[in-house]
Structure formats: C-alpha cells, structure tokens
C-alpha cells in the first residue's frame, strides 16, 4: 500500500521509471492518459508501426504535440528523453535498445508480443505483457526467461487476470481457502456465432460510439464469443494455479451475491466438479434478461475457511454467502483496463514484484473450435475471426488430445473437412510455417516435459 509513495521518492530522488510503451491501441491509449500524469514515471519511447496512429493516440491522451518527436534510432530517442521529451519510435526493436526500466507490451499481436518480451527481456528490461494472448501460448516459458535474467515478467494490471490473481493472493495470504476465481462477461450461446460483422452491434455499442471510437471488430466479436474469456482463464489458470472445471467454462448466468452459492462443489449444491477452479458469469439469463445485480465488468474470488470462527464471521459482517453461511465471496464490480497499468509499473520497478505471472508448468491452453462448418482448404482467420473460437481445457488434456492452440493456428490451412464446434486438432491441419512464436512454444514444450 505504498507504491505512490515509493513513486513520489523516485520522483524526489530525479530517479523516474523510464518506460517503452509499444503499441497505440485502445489499451495504449488508455496507459498514455495516465502516464502523462503519473509522478517518478516518465514515458521515454512510444513504438508503433504507424508513427501517425502513435501521434493521435497520445493526442486523445491528452498529450501535447510539443512534448512528443520522430527518433529513428535508439541514440535520438535517449537524447529526445534527457532534454524531458518523449519519442515517437518506429519499432518496438528501437523501443527496446532505448535506455528504460519497463517495456510495455501492447500490440495485441502474439507473434509480436512474443518477439518484444523475450528481446526485451534479453536486453535487461522489466516486461509487462499487455498481449494476453502471447502469455497463454508461451508465457510460462517468458516467466522462466526473466527469472533466469534476473528481470521481471507481469501480467498487466487493470486488465482482469492480473486483479483476479489478486483476489487469489488476498484470500491465500488470509489463510481462506480458494473455491473458485473469474470474471463477468456478456454471453449467449448464441454469440458462438457471432463474426466481426456482428459483434460490435450484439456487444451493446451504438453506430454513433462505433464511429467515434476506436474499436477493433475482430477484438470485441472475441469478448462475445467466450474465446477472451477462455484466453483471460488461461492466464489466471497458470499465474494463480487454478484449473478450469472438467470440460471449460459454462457462462452460467448469475448476480454478484449468488456467486458463493453457484460456484461451489457440486456435493454441496453448487456446479464444480471440484474446488480451485477458474470460471466466467454470464450478466444475461436464457432468455437474453439481464441479471438485476450482474457483475459483467467485474472480478471475484469465492473462498471458504476450515476454521469454524472464521465462517461465523462471514455473515456477522455481513459477507455475500451461500445458505450455508460457508462459502463466502469478495469480488470487484469493475476493471479500468489501461488506465489501472501505473500500478503494475510501479510494483515491477519498485518493489520488484510481479502483478501476476505464470509460475511453472501451464495449467491450462486455449484450443480452437469451429464457428461454422468448414471444408479442407480453408484458412483459420485467429481469434475473432470468422472460422474459430477458443475454448480454455487444462494442459494435460489438450496435449492428450492434440489439440491445436488458438494462439499457433492464425494462417492454418484445414486438411479435412470438419463440422461446426469440432475441436481442431494439430492432425487436422497442414504444417505451420517456421516464426519465432512456434520456435518459443517448442523451447518451452521441452522445458516443461517432464513436469
């Protein structure tokens, strides 16, 4: 609780954390707002391939055009930062080889992401990996890496892994028993179906926000669809060491209150084959209602104790329990996304923490499934897209069946014709041409091997 503080010295001591955003997205977006604001932290490079898309980013920020300057080299952007400025860079390489503390991975873009963090954790940086879907495929081998280097590698908080796993962390360090840990979201079975043509619309948003925003189709038909979620799962599954339940998530529909009731052992009435286990709620009910007291936007960790006391407790101040009074739930009714990142910089530069990581062997894998019926020859388009969605199993069973991972299968080619929601396997497609991502997941294939 005292990473302002610690900021504030920084700041004091002329000592700020230098920071390389790469990426201008809506997430990068979000972060340059705050670091505009943000005291002991300066931003020394922002990398985007598209140096116009970095200038109105930071421009929507609040930035000032006179704060900020084209630096092709590493050399120009350091001089750009010694004289207060900031650097508008070409690449995330230049980003890297700048003289920063932290890089801030946000393309979005897993192949990139892969390549940023692991070269920047090479060149002795702190990363925070804004790319979840980079970390699901091969961030527990990234987490090594930095460990090895002796630098960190984070999760981004404000997005939801990264709070959920610290839910985790408050109940574990409590002493409370970890149930279950997840998210809201919006979902129908129906969304499974959802394309980039549709989602924008089923996700709630007006043609007047769509054109004054900056929205990516494909991204937001993903949070429809259950593939984020799954990717998002996947995370906290390997940073807190939860498994999902059997089969994946369910979406159950459900209210804030009634999580401790819904997401406990089925022995005692609820839905889970067994305690530690990640799931997602759904804000709508079968009939597409939503739920009075939903938390879509929201977080939570349902716990219990093995201490009698304890359990007396949750209802004398007035905890959200199940009937039993033994299930009790903490959950967070928002996430900020970007503009909650300053917290992860601050811990990784000051403290030397991770806000969330992979710890060892993965836990989980997002595979892939059919939208639609597809025939031999056609191409998965990646997450989003019009031919897969994700789905989040445990490790062990996605190796058994060999199935493919959602993150490896963008640009595949199909092999056999397969029908709508079949699970794709590595059989099922034609060979991936040689990128450094695949490279990454054989070198961390054989580093977990024999765990």
Not at 233 to 246: I, Q
Not at 333 to 342: A, D, K
């Amino acid at each position: 609780m005292n990473l302002a503080a610690l900021l504030a010295a920084r700041e004091a001591q002329g000592k700020p954390v230098r920071v390389a955003l790469i990426g201008a997205g809506k997430f990068g977006t979000m972060i340059l707002a705050q670091l505009r604001l943000m005291r002991g932290v300066r931003l020394a490079a922002l990398a985007d391939l598209d140096g116009r898309r970095a200038r109105e980013a930071a421009a929507r920020a609040g930035w000032p055009a006179s704060s900020l300057a084209e630096a092709a080299t590493s050399g120009a952007a350091n001089d750009l930062a010694r004289a207060g400025m900031t650097a508008i860079v070409p690449s995330g390489d230049v980003a890297i080889a700048c003289d920063v503390d932290v890089v801030v991975e946000a393309t979005g873009h897993q192949e990139a992401g892969a390549r940023h963090a692991y070269d920047a954790i090479e060149a002795g940086r702190h990363v925070i990996m804004v790319t979840v879907e980079a970390d699901v495929v091969v961030g527990p081998y990234l987490a090594d890496f930095a460990r090895r280097r002796g630098v960190i590698y984070s999760l981004a908080y404000g997005d939801q892994p990264a709070i959920i796993c610290e839910l985790v962390d408050w109940a574990r360090t409590c002493g409370l028993r970890v149930v279950a840990a997840g998210k809201g979201t919006k979902y129908l079975p129906a969304y499974r179906r959802s394309t980039p043509q549709t989602a924008l619309e089923l996700y709630g948003f007006t043609p007047e926000q769509v054109a004054a925003g900056d929205f990516n189709p494909k991204m937001f038909n993903s949070f429809l669809d259950g593939t984020k979620s799954a990717i998002e799962m996947a995370a906290v599954a390997n940073a807190a060491g939860l498994l999902p339940d059997g089969g994946g998530l369910r979406f159950p529909p459900c209210a804030a209150d009634d999580l401790p009731t819904l997401l406990r052992p089925v022995g005692e009435g609820g839905i889970l084959r067994e305690e530690g286990c990640v799931e997602v709620v759904s804000c709508l009910d079968e009939r597409g209602e939503f739920v009075p007291g939903h938390v879509r936007w929201g977080v939570f960790v349902v716990f219990t104790s093995d201490d009698p006391y304890a359990v007396r407790c949750f209802t004398e101040y007035g905890l959200a329990t199940d009937p039993s009074g033994r299930y009790g739930v903490l959950y967070r009714p928002y996430h900020l996304i970007g503009l909650e990142l300053g917290i992860s910089i601050a811990s990784v530069a000051c403290r030397g923490e991770a806000t969330g990581a992979p710890t060892g062997a993965p836990q989980a894998e997002v595979v892939c499934a059919t939208r639609r019926a597809m025939r031999a020859g056609e191409i998965i388009d990646g997450e989003g897209g019009y031919a897969a969605y994700g789905l989040v199993l445990r490790a062990e069973d996605a190796r058994a069946r060999r199935l493919l991972p959602l993150g490896l299968a963008t640009g595949l080619a199909l092999v056999r014709d397969l029908p709508e929601d079949h699970p794709i396997s590595v059989d099922d497609v034609a060979p991936p041409q040689a990128s450094f991502l695949h490279d990454l997941r054989a070198r961390q294939d054989a580093l977990f091997a024999a765990v």
